[in-house]
């Protein structure tokens, strides 16, 4: 605002200053020589015609208007007629003659009769006065000119410090305060200046940090459920293989004690050295103890796959964070599908559609990955039939992974994608998840330059797999 009002200032200056030097030219202009004009010199010429015709009655001037100040003298200098205003009383009152007329440059001329001068007539004007009259006048107005001006420079500093410094000053100090994190105070702002749009734009960039960083805090604290989540879900089959392993060491124990016993009543006479083993090497299972051993088996590996599945999982989440997940894609018979079905469907639920015949271009494990994630979570969540069907699209083959379980409501179904996302229904239920299956199992699919889309008719979910052909 100060410089602005000092710009203000200056300006006003420089155009007083130009002022005076504009009436000190036209001041030495007027004093100086100048041409008298022909039209005085007419007026003089009719003066000294009309005075010479009425010499004896100079009062037959008075019926006529001249539009000039003049008088008519005598050879001796007084004054026979006059018709002076009020502003050259003073000069006439001091006396007038030829000479002095010279002095002031007035236009004089001789009245004659009979080749005989008897008087001269006076036109008690210089030939400036117009020129003085527009000069004054000039003045004046360029006097009110600058104050104008001034009065339009102070107001537009008034205006510009108001409608562009003011916002401006609002702005840093709003661009200070979300440098220090401080995104919950809006910027205040007008709409009316010619910066409410721009205010409204830092505005609305200060709500959108606010959400990212509200993200960000969401996002930290997903992630922190999800390593208790996922410190619960490893505890669970860690559990469950150490105490399946307790009770197979258990049975092997049991069985080692049983033999053992036996031997303790047999006969001293198994003393007898024939060559053969002792019995006390051989311990006798029978097909319930082989059958139980193998559920047990079992059991441990199906634990140590779900400690497998979930730390993938937080593997392939935490390299995708990290842009270093990669896949590597090559041709591959459209068959490989099928086999990769039935190599995660343990439970025989799905029924495998027609496959075309085709060359499809895929990282086969990674494919192998999004496969059991679908497969894996209809086992879950809906743990019905699994009609598996396949079509030719435009230079894709899809193919649709369809349950019919509780399906998935209209409104979550762009949500279950996202990384650390549960259906609402499951988030308080004890089924185990981490929302990360369908947002790995979307990224490879982007990634093998595919895509996944998933629909909800109300009767279970359909998830359909857009796979590239070579």
Known sequence: MRNIVKVSIAAAFIFMIGIVILVIFTNNYISGKADNSNEDIATLNNIAVTAEENRQDLSALDKKDFEVDYVIIDLSNNILYSNVKSDHINLIESGMSVEKAMQKRYLHKGLTENDRIWGNVIILDDGLTTLKDFRNKFLIGAVICVLMVFIGMITFAVYVDKNVIAPFKNLKDFAAKVAQGQLNEPLQMDRDNMFGAFSESFDIMRE????????????????????????????????????????????????????????????????????????????????????????????IYQKAEQIDALVSDLFTAALDDLGEFKVS????????????????DDRGLAVIGMLPEVIINIDKKRMSQVIGNVISNSYKYANTRIDISYRLSEGYLEMQIRDYGPGVPTDELDLITNKFYRGKKWQDTEKEGNGLGLYISKTLMNKMNGDLLTESDGEGLAVTLIISLS
């Not at 990212?212 to 805090?217: T, Y």
């Open 208 to 299: 959108e940090l606010a959400e990212s960083k509200k993200r960000e805090l969401e996002l930290q604290k997903k992630e922190r459920e999800l390593v208790a989540s996922l410190s619960h879900d490893l505890k669970t089959p860690v559990t469950g293989i150490k105490v399946t392993s307790e009770l197979l060491q258990m049975r092997l124990s049991v069985k080692e004690n049983e033999v053992s016993r036996s031997e303790t009543e047999v006969d001293n006479e198994s003393a007898d050295i024939s060559g053969k083993g002792s019995e006390s090497e051989q311990i006798e299972f029978t097909r319930a103890d082989i059958d139980t051993m193998s559920q047990d088996a079992k059991g």
């Open 329 to 344: 894609c090559n041709d591959e018979e459209s068959k490989v599908l099928n086999n990769i079905v039935k190599s995660y």
